[in-house]
């Protein structure tokens, strides 16, 4: 069974940092892309940041880029959101999700997702 951790949110002030963590586990595939999104309550879904196994390769959304940064540990399939200078806006619950294989000509949020996870609530305040 596939599984995806997220980890890492919580209270923080306006300004500051956090990082998300994302382990997934269960699958037996060799490329895949992870991607995370944010969410809140009766809300649309938004596609954060992306990055693929097999190049490395990195996408974010506009209203991060900057800010936020995206890298992952394939030994320990951990994908880690590092998001710096949150604002209030970036209040939402963070999940993450994970596609078999490349993202090829997708843009990677719109990607047919095989798996989400439950996800990790992160508050800004200020």
């Known amino acids: 069974e596939v599984q995806l951790q997220a980890s890492g949110g919580g209270l923080v002030q306006a300004g500051g940092s956090l990082r998300l963590s994302c382990a997934a586990s269960?699958?037996?595939?060799?490329?895949?892309?992870i991607g995370w999104f944010r969410q809140a309550p009766g809300k649309g879904r938004e596609g954060v940041s992306c990055i693929s196994k097999s190049d490395g390769g990195t996408y974010y959304a506009d209203s991060v880029k900057g800010r936020f940064t995206i890298s992952s540990d394939n030994a320990k399939n951990t994908v880690y959101l590092q998001m710096n200078s949150l604002k209030l806006e970036d209040t939402f619950r963070y999940y993450c999700a994970i596609y078999r294989g490349a993202w090829g000509s997708h843009t990677p949020p719109h990607l047919p997702w095989d798996y989400y996870g439950q996800g990790t609530l992160v508050t800004v305040s200020s």
């Open positions: 269960g699958f037996t595939f060799d490329d895949y892309v």
